[in-house]
Nanobody
Framework: QVQLVESGGGLVQAGDSLRLSCAAS????????MGWFRQAPGKEREFVAA????????NYADSVKGRFTISRDNAKNTVYLQMNSLKPEDTAVYYC??????????????????WGQGTQVTVSS
């Protein structure tokens, strides 16, 4: 069992930066690939970024590539999402998720085993 708690969301202006954190409980954090997803009002949850267990592999949605960076610190049981050059269309609730059984397929939310409660990110124009 893994419990995930996101933090770092807030209200910012377009062009600003935010760093989301996701703290995991348990001693097996490094056994899980981690992902960030987001859900905007009236839209389906979508993949944002993923990182492998060691941190050696990362992948991004095309919409955030070059602006967002996912990283993890296994010693601190924490995964991060650095978000730069934020746009109004980035407004959503952001969720972190933990996936057992390997890194692939990292884009499919149904393949993740544990989810956090979400943190709101609002970007004003």
């Amino acid at each position: 069992q893994v419990q995930l708690v996101e933090s770092g969301g807030g209200l910012v202006q377009a062009g600003d930066s935010l760093r989301l954190s996701c703290a995991a409980s348990g001693r097996t954090f490094s056994s899980y690939a981690m992902g960030w997803f987001r859900q905007a009002p009236g839209k389906e949850r979508e993949f944002v970024a993923a990182i492998s267990r060691s941190g050696g592999n990362t992948n991004y949605a095309d919409s955030v590539k070059g602006r967002f960076t996912i990283s993890r610190d296994n010693a601190k049981n924490t995964v991060y999402l650095q978000m730069n050059s934020l746009k109004p269309e980035d407004t959503a609730v952001y969720y972190c998720a933990a996936k057992s059984g390997g890194y692939y397929p990292f884009r499919e939310s149904a393949r993740y085993d544990y989810w956090g409660q979400g943190t709101q990110v609002t970007v004003s124009s």
